[in-house]
């Protein structure tokens, strides 16, 4: 279902509300004392520490609310609630708190996910810090923080890339360890953590290369418009459309992105 720019125009705007609604049920929460459930411990779950709290579900209660409220026929995925289809191919991909590990720790480097798909790619997405009063914006063709337009950095190599990744262990078989490794003993500089916000540096030039493995389509679908708006690329290791999750790479260079594209290829083909 294509969309027209005034239409994305509205659907910005009324992402920009959802974040808004989503903040204020988060804010209350933020480096306060909380029970945290860990929903790795399920019986469906895969046994790793998996962070929630009340946070995070106020505010994905808060924005399915609004969407079922003005868009009814609109289907919504959401990390904690899961998937309600609508009658609509539009989807609202929605991560509460992205970053929950670092939240539970006082850390800001955390921030609420939205994208809105189209039924074939995401065409808009928000992040939004409400800590912070940071709220990264991206629709495909332009990004902004603020008033500010976000533009990637040129980087010619590999060999002058600040890289980025939330943790070693998302890359959860050795092969795929073995590729991060060998990306990482070339660039410049390897730093970890930051979550979605890594993702918002590279927007604003200041990352090379993000790599990363192990997501969902709620962790990467609202981050693919900003980093692409940006003037940077978003795909899976083998160069593919990186909206479902997994193994992603996110550079804001296109030499840096080949470069490591043909590092991480060969481990996974």
């Not at 989807?91 to 539970?104: C, H, K, M, Q, S």
């Not at 970890?192 to 916000?197: F, K, L, P």
């Not at 604003?204 to 493995?213: A, Q, S, Y």
């Amino acid at each position: 279902m294509a969309l027209g720019t005034d239409e994305i125009a509205t659907y910005l705007a009324f992402a920009e509300q959802l974040a808004d609604a989503s903040g204020k049920a988060i804010l209350p929460h933020f480096r306060q004392q909380m029970a945290v459930e860990d929903k790795g411990s399920r019986a469906d779950g895969n046994g790793r520490y998996d962070p929630v709290t009340a946070a995070d579900k106020a505010a994905e209660a808060a924005i399915r609310s609004l969407i079922k409220t003005h868009h009814p026929d609109h289907g919504i995925h959401g990390e904690e609630e899961g998937v309600e289809p609508g009658t609509s191919p539009l989807l609202w991909v929605i991560d509460p708190i992205d970053g929950t590990r670092a939240f539970i720790t006082g850390m800001p480097l955390w921030g609420t996910l939205i994208a809105l798909n189209d039924g074939i790619r995401p065409v808009l997405g928000v992040m939004d810090q409400p800590f912070t009063g940071e709220r990264f914006l991206g629709w495909g063709t332009g990004a902004r923080l603020g008033d500010r337009t976000l533009s990637t950095r040129p980087c010619a190599s590999l060999a002058q890339a600040q890289v980025m990744a939330t943790d070693p262990r998302m890359f959860t078989e050795p092969d795929t360890r073995a590729a991060f490794d060998a990306v990482e003993a070339q660039a410049r500089m390897t730093r970890y953590g930051g979550d979605c916000y890594a993702y918002c540096m590279l927007a604003m030039g200041f990352v090379d290369l993000v790599i990363e493995g192990s997501l969902q389509p709620y962790d990467v679908q609202a981050l693919i418009p900003i980093v692409e708006g940006a003037g940077g690329l978003f795909t899976s290791w083998t160069g593919g459309p990186a909206d479902q999750g997994g193994l992603v790479v996110a550079a804001g260079d296109a030499r840096v992105h080949a470069e490591a594209l043909a590092i991480l290829r060969p481990f996974i083909t």
